[in-house]
């Protein structure tokens, strides 16, 4: 990995954004399901979240459902105007709570007038398009009918920008035929890394990278490693994984989520966090599957 010069924000659709933001997701219920054990907390959260710089909160309205985006109403509208709010289309919640596809027109029709509701919005600044294709993860296949229909409501000028999540290369590609790409939304992390080259390309072009579940999935040797890692630097594992991922490449917008303020400002703390050539070297190994062992 080639450590990138670290700055503070970054260009999101025609929003410029702080690289540390705050993903919505877990303000819903156990499961994102349901309602969250704590209401006030959540509310606390997010307020938190803005007073402490926060200016990109991602959300989607399949998140309770609706849950989540009335929690992000009650708390922060009327929105300041520099917060840009990002959603997801492309899925729905059963009855139990299961992630179901909801890729058609209809159906993502309904979803941004939902967003819209719920969050009190007249426009939606940034629609991630959520790819059903594969349930766990990016899989091949044509999102050339979602893209349109989105792009359709966007001539309608109820969505400014349009983004993709859990998607491949060659769909990234296909969609910017039809379409400006704002963001690409995938999972990446220190233990998950097949999307290295996907993210220099999007640097390349300017498109922000926007990696979900930050830490998660390591190996018990892994996990000792990051936490070797972060005592050396003296911060907390996740905020030496937050810290790697922003220095990483430029174009890295982080959502870390969370219920908790205190966890909240340890999040928000990993962007003061410099982590020197040696300590990058022996995160990079996580993912390479060469951990350095000392």
Same mark, same amino acid.
């Given at each position: 990995m080639k450590t990138s010069q670290s700055i503070r924000s970054y260009r999101l659709g025609d929003r410029v954004v702080g690289r540390l933001g705050f993903g919505a997701m877990?303000?819903?219920?156990?499961?994102?399901?349901?309602?969250?054990?704590?209401?006030?907390?959540?509310?606390?959260?997010? /307020?938190?979240?803005?007073?402490g710089g926060v200016n990109h909160i991602d959300t989607s309205?399949?998140?309770?459902?609706?849950?989540?985006?009335?929690?992000?109403?009650?708390?922060?509208?009327?929105?300041?105007?520099?917060?840009v709010i990002t959603?997801?289309?492309?899925?729905?919640?059963?009855? &139990?709570?299961?992630w179901l596809p909801a890729m058609l027109q209809a159906e993502l029709t309904t979803a941004v007038h939902d967003n819209l509701r719920n969050?009190?919005? &007249?426009?939606?600044?940034?629609?991630?398009?959520?790819?059903?294709?594969?349930?766990?993860?990016?899989?091949?296949?044509?999102?050339?009918?979602?893209?349109?229909?989105l792009a359709e409501l966007q001539q309608q000028g109820l969505i400014r920008h349009i983004g993709l999540s859990n998607v491949?290369?060659?769909?990234?590609? &296909?969609? /910017? /035929?039809?379409c400006t790409i704002a963001c690409v939304q995938n999972m990446y992390n220190l233990a998950h890394r097949d999307d290295d080259a996907l993210v220099d390309s999007m640097a390349a072009v300017g498109i922000p990278y926007v990696p979900f579940f930050p830490l998660g999935g390591f190996s018990p040797l892994q996990s000792k490693t990051l936490d070797q890692v972060a005592a050396e630097v003296g911060v907390t594992p996740m905020q030496a994984a937050l810290a790697w991922l922003l220095q990483r490449s430029p174009n890295i917008l982080l959502i870390p989520g969370t219920s908790s303020v205190a966890h909240l400002h340890q999040n928000l703390a990993a962007g003061d966090v410099r982590l020197s050539e040696d300590a990058v070297t022996r995160l990079d190994a996580i993912g390479s599957g060469d951990v350095v062992r000392r």
């Open positions: 877990q303000l819903a219920g156990p499961g994102v399901f349901g309602p969250p054990r704590d209401r006030a907390a959540a509310l606390a959260v997010l /307020r938190a979240a803005v007073e309205d399949f998140y309770g459902p609706h849950v989540t985006n009335q929690i992000v109403r009650e708390a922060l509208h009327p929105y300041r105007d520099d917060l959603t997801k289309v492309g899925a729905r919640r059963g009855a &139990d709570g299961a969050l009190g919005l &007249d426009v939606l600044e940034v629609v991630n398009l959520r790819s059903m294709l594969g349930t766990h993860g990016p899989e091949e296949g044509s999102l050339e009918a979602p893209l349109a229909a491949t290369a060659r769909q990234i590609e &296909d969609g /910017r /035929r039809l």
